[in-house]
């Protein structure tokens, strides 16, 4: 799946292990586990890929074209490449699988 525009789905849910499955990518690509510890910041950037990120625990602010949005546990966020995207995790901490999609 190319991604054309930039969204969030609240309220997915799902496990670790179910979402690595979920998002593992079907042709090439890959994903990763990363732990943002309490108010730690990616300034805003961009990637080469299509990424999607979903929470696996606590929260985090995700700003995309400037709207900022609190996702937690069980959200989804979808990044087409090239969208300038920021983030700041919770006062908890943030913990999301990264799904990298390569075409």
């Not at 525009?5 to 609240?10: E, G, M, S």
């Not at 087409?80 to 983030?87: F, V």
């Given at each position: 799946?190319?991604?054309?525009?930039?969204?969030?789905?609240?309220?997915?849910?799902?496990?670790?292990e179910e979402?690595?499955?979920?998002?593992?990518?079907?042709?090439?690509?890959?994903?990763?586990?990363?732990?943002?510890?309490?108010?730690?910041?990616?300034?805003?950037?961009?990637?080469?890929?299509?990424?999607?990120?979903?929470?696996?625990?606590?929260?985090?602010?995700?700003?995309?074209?400037?709207?900022?949005?609190?996702?937690?546990?069980?959200?989804?966020?979808y990044l087409?490449?090239?969208?300038?995207?920021?983030?700041k995790a919770?006062?908890?901490?943030?913990?999301?699988?990264?799904?990298?999609?390569?075409?």
């Open positions: 799946m190319e991604l054309k525009k930039a969204f969030i789905k609240k309220g997915i849910g799902g496990g670790l979402v690595i499955h979920e998002l593992l990518p079907k042709h090439t690509g890959y994903v990763e586990v990363q732990h943002d510890v309490a108010g730690q910041e990616h300034p805003s950037h961009t990637h080469p890929t299509d990424e999607i990120l979903h929470i696996i625990k606590g929260s985090i602010y995700f700003t995309v074209e400037g709207e900022t949005t609190r996702c937690e546990a069980g959200d989804r966020i087409p490449k090239h969208t300038k995207h920021a983030s919770d006062v908890n901490g943030c913990t999301y699988v990264i799904s990298i999609l390569k075409f």
